[in-house]
């Protein structure tokens, strides 16, 4: 998160915190902006705060006057981790709405607004539970990235650095391995009845979800199935701007499997007819990326292959055995449906839609 954090800084903290928190008179001069030592970064140099690093060698970000204007240099930590929490939450709010909007309005099958599951003001309904649930996730997500900035985790800069040359490859499967795996047992836990109404139950209100519920979760729920994805790097090398890549594919990997267009018909991938199997039976397809953890713990539902035809996917048959099977399947995991239905609405917008 170094990169991140010293392209916010460079383009838009430096001059917010020049402005918010300016440095007393004088307290820089002894530093010449020109005398070779004002290149950026943050958590490189302690003992002398003013003097700043390229956090990579692929990104060279000549800090501005701003950088030394601020009675928070970038190398504080209080600075850092205020700094952290709001990229985190308010431009991962920015990026869920850009992609989940983009899926919304180009892939998204708007046909399973007339699906008799479908909720009452389902949309609306997602992205509060996001804007609730982000700015609290966020804090519990500022600790990992402080860490890492701050030089505690494994990331490498350098191609070179890896462990060997062929890791440079090896740790994507690795990462994607390592996170399906734990992220799968996670998962499952909070389908467990003790934790489940309290923690997992907000996210599976939504039956027919659509790309504005991949982050709407309650926000303990969100932030531990996070947990392997930080962890990661604090145990494996991960190369700087990979990780930084594989950021970006989880928070869009996680809209497209709520996107409801069922076009991995994959043994192998858990995309979004796997995942829709699991909102709609609940116990089944745990996993985020792979089938392979469903498939050895007994929980793989292979989705039906309705789902892959337009004319049976919004079929009547395929939605009354759908829901005949689902409402089942509710009554043991929850007990009474509390979910709000406009059957009326349905109607209206099937003669629209359909």
């Known amino acids: 998160m170094d990169i991140v954090l010293q392209v916010f800084d460079t383009f838009l903290f430096d001059r917010l915190y020049a402005v918010i928190l300016p440095a007393s008179p004088g307290a ?14 943050f958590s490189s140099v302690r003992e002398t705060p003013t003097t700043y690093h390229a956090a990579s060698q692929f990104m ?8 030394y204007m601020s009675a928070w240099p970038r190398d504080k930590i209080y600075r850092q981790a205020l700094t952290l929490y709001l990229i985190t939450w308010i431009f991962g709010l920015l990026i869920y709405f850009v992609c989940a909007s983009l899926s919304y309005i180009f892939i998204f099958d708007h046909a399973t607004f007339t699906h ?22 966020a804090v519990f997500t500022i600790p990992f990235f402080l ?46 009845p003790s934790i489940y ?14 790309p504005y519920a991949s982050h709407a979760f309650h926000p303990l729920d969100g932030y531990a199935q996070s947990v392997p994805y930080h962890v990661f790097p604090f145990l494996f090398p991960l190369q700087k701007l990979a990780y ?98 406009d059957e009326e609405e349905v109607r209206r917008i099937q003669k629209k839609v359909l």
């Open 28 to 41: 820089n001069s002894h530093l010449s902006l020109k005398d070779g030592r004002g290149t950026t970064t």
């Open 244 to 341: 930084v890549a594989l950021f970006a594919f989880i928070n869009i990997w996680t809209i497209v499997i709520h996107d409801g267009e069922y076009v991995a018909n994959s043994p192998i991938i858990n995309g979004a007819a796997c995942h829709t199997m699991h909102h709609l039976y609940f116990n089944y397809n745990y996993g985020q990326f792979t089938t392979l953890w469903d498939r050895l713990g007994g929980s793989y539902r292979k989705p039906n292959e309705e789902l892959f035809r337009r004319e049976t996917k919004m079929g009547k048959q395929e939605w009354q055995r759908q829901v005949k099977e689902m409402e089942t399947v509710v009554q043991q995991v929850e007990g009474d449906d509390d979910r709000s239905y």
């Open 116 to 137: 008799p599951k479908y909720l009452k003001n389902q949309v609306r309904l997602e992205i509060r539970q996001t804007l609730i649930s982000l700015p609290v996730m």
């Open 147 to 192: 860490a890492e900035v701050r030089g505690y985790g494994k990331l490498y800069d350098s191609p070179s650095d890896a462990p060997f040359s062929l890791y440079n490859y090896l740790q994507f499967p690795l990462f994607i391995l390592f996170t399906d795996f734990f992220v799968y047992w996670i998962h499952r836990g909070l389908h467990h």
């Open 197 to 210: 109404k309290t923690l997992h139950k907000p996210h599976h209100k939504w039956i027919m979800p659509t």
């Open 60 to 67: 060279q970000l000549e800090p501005s006057q701003w950088a």
